[in-house]
């Protein structure tokens, strides 16, 4: 694997292999000092052109928990204010000798772009409305955390489909890993089209509470909404949001996530997400370790053959 | 990922074929109750002394030597496990891939770490197993023990206690089973 740029890319078995080596990670991180020098002398630089919180924390934090050395770029100031274009940014850093390049974008595809310009390792950390892999991974993680698997499981992703590339991501990554995927969301939050989405579809969330083993909400992306796609957030949540109420229809053991930033009050009802069910912060600490999964598996493979392992 | 490329190809993959054994069943077994009487007598009892194996191979060793131990003292060794690829020098030369969590339940500080692993034979995985140690605490002593010592060291390390000194060909692969130990080659498979 010399990129991770969508969950297709990976496969099932791609999926499987950093789970399991996101095991060790784990370990890494609830050491005292926790700290490993694998990535000693490696270079994570993180070019973000859209804002995050958690995504770009995670990442430096992961590659620091690596010991590689991290970079930040951000376009407010950056050469980019100047008219610097996408490719010629991306050529410059690739130019200082760097082993990783983690991108976001408004705009679909631009990692792609960016893996065919640059000689490192390049990863999509989301990229419009298109794929979020690395969130798709630590949800896959979280819940085979607390189910031992997702084969078989139920899960619901609710809300703003159309503009989340959480769900485009999350709902391959769970089906190929032989859960069975709901969407749920009024007609005008979907996509155009769902040709090729391994998933049911409901308008209906009170109907589907009752079977599913998780409920993954999505957030209201209202800065990506140009049209009225909701009369309302209060009709929204009154229709689609989880409150106190909807959880007493979910069963016992049925897990509540969401990728984060929550609008609390909006798609999730302040206290539910703060239940015992809630994964909402263990999917944020998962975060750490899968990302150090990816980043190891990406640049701590090297040539292929070499001596015998054994000493 | 390269996981498929490697699990065809030596020495991650390919098959192993074993030309002669050079220690059965029943050599193994007194091989790891010599060791264990070694370990006791090295350090006056067993207070204090725990038992971590090298992932993979030192793993099964190091539950034998604990059962052995406790037979011979009467009392439990605490032990555990430890996967060193995240402290290896080779990380980026080669793949390097964690094998298994690390099993480490206890603080080592003030404990004499008995090390214990298979094959001993360019002494990089006891280096890098010597500074994943310290994640853990600082230990007061730390031994080897290993079943084979193979030669080839590339570094100064010795083992503390060893069940059979073995002369090898620097590409042979010594492979040791509870059935025993072989020595061979490995090849891809499909040739």
């Known amino acids: 694997m010399n990129h991770l740029l969508s969950i297709a890319d990976l496969g099932p078995d791609g999926i499987e292999e950093v789970m399991r080596v996101t095991d060790s990670f784990v370990e890494v991180s609830e050491r005292a000092i926790p700290r490993v020098p694998a990535l000693r002398g490696k270079t994570v630089v993180s070019l973000f052109y859209e804002e995050s919180t958690r995504t770009r924390l995670s990442f430096e934090m992961a590659a620091k928990r690596l010991?590689?050395?991290?970079?930040?770029?951000s376009v407010s100031t950056s050469s980019a204010m100047k008219g610097e274009s996408l490719r010629d940014?991306?050529?410059?850093?690739?130019?200082?000798?760097?082993?990783?390049?983690?991108?976001?974008?408004?705009?679909?595809?631009?990692?792609?772009?960016?893996?065919?310009?640059?000689?490192?390792?390049?990863?999509?950390?989301?990229d419009g409305w298109h794929e979020h892999p690395t969130q798709a991974l630590l949800d896959c993680y979280t819940i085979r955390g607390r189910r031992g698997s997702l084969e078989g499981l139920r899960i619901a992703v609710v809300g703003d489909v159309k503009h989340s590339r959480?769900?485009?991501?999350?709902?391959?990554?769970?089906?190929?890993?032989?859960?069975?995927?709901?969407?749920?969301?009024?007609?005008t939050l979907l996509p155009p089209s769902l040709e090729g989405w391994p998933v049911e579809v409901s308008h209906d969330l009170d109907s589907v509470l009752a079977k599913v083993d998780v409920v993954y909400l999505l957030r209201m992306q209202a800065e990506r909404q140009s049209e009225a796609l909701l009369p309302s957030l209060r009709e929204y949540t009154a229709r689609y949001g989880l409150t106190a109420d909807r959880v007493q229809m979910l069963p016992d053991d049925a897990l509540v996530m969401h990728p984060g930033p929550i609008n609390r009050g909006v798609e999730i009802a302040a206290d539910v997400a703060d239940l015992p069910r809630s994964l909402i912060t263990r999917q944020v600490a998962n975060g750490v370790a899968?990302?150090?999964?990816?980043?190891?598996?990406?640049?701590g493979q090297g040539p292929g053959g070499g001596t015998d392992a054994r000493g | 990922m390269a996981e498929r490329e490697r699990a065809a190809t030596p020495p991650y993959g390919g098959v192993f074929s074993a030309r002669s054994q050079v220690m059965d069943a029943e050599d193994l077994r007194r091989a790891v109750t010599r060791i264990a009487h070694e370990i006791?007598?090295?350090?006056h009892g067993l207070d204090g002394v725990v038992l971590i194996g090298l992932q993979t191979g030192g793993v099964p060793l190091a539950r034998r030597l604990g059962q052995a131990l406790s037979r011979i003292e009467g009392v439990a060794v605490p032990s555990g496990s430890i996967d060193?690829?995240?402290?290896?020098?080779?990380?980026?030369?080669?793949?390097?891939?964690?094998?298994?969590?690390?099993?480490?339940?206890?603080?080592?500080?003030?404990?004499?770490?008995v090390l214990v692993d298979d094959v001993l034979f360019t002494g990089r995985t006891v280096r890098a197993a010597l500074d994943a140690l310290n994640a853990y605490g600082r230990p007061r002593a730390v031994q080897l023990a290993v079943m084979v010592d193979r030669g080839h060291r590339e570094l100064p390390i010795r083992p503390d206690f060893v069940g059979k000194n073995l002369p090898t060909r620097i590409d042979e692969i010594v492979d040791v089973s509870d059935d025993g130990v072989d020595v061979g080659e490995k090849r891809a498979t499909g040739r």
């Not at chain 1, 390049?101 to 990863?123: E, F, K, M, N, T």
């Not at chain 1, 769900?167 to 190929?176: Q, T």
Request: hydrophobic share 55%; with cysteine; charged share 15%.
């Open chain 1, 67 to 73: 010991s590689a050395d991290t970079m930040n770029f």
């Open chain 1, 89 to 126: 940014t991306c050529q410059t850093i690739d130019a200082m000798g760097i082993d990783a390049l983690v991108v976001r974008h408004s705009s679909a595809g631009v990692p792609w772009q960016v893996a065919d310009w640059v000689g490192c390792a390049v990863i999509n950390a989301g």
């Open chain 1, 166 to 187: 959480v769900a485009r991501s999350g709902v391959l990554a769970f089906s190929m890993l032989g859960a069975e995927v709901t969407i749920v969301a009024p007609p």
């Open chain 1, 290 to 299: 899968v990302r150090m999964a990816v980043l190891f598996l990406l640049l």
């Open chain 2, 40 to 43: 006791v007598e090295r350090n």
């Open chain 2, 84 to 113: 060193v690829a995240l402290y290896r020098d080779d990380i980026g030369l080669r793949p390097v891939i964690p094998e298994a969590v690390t099993d480490i339940p206890f603080d080592l500080t003030g404990l004499t770490v």
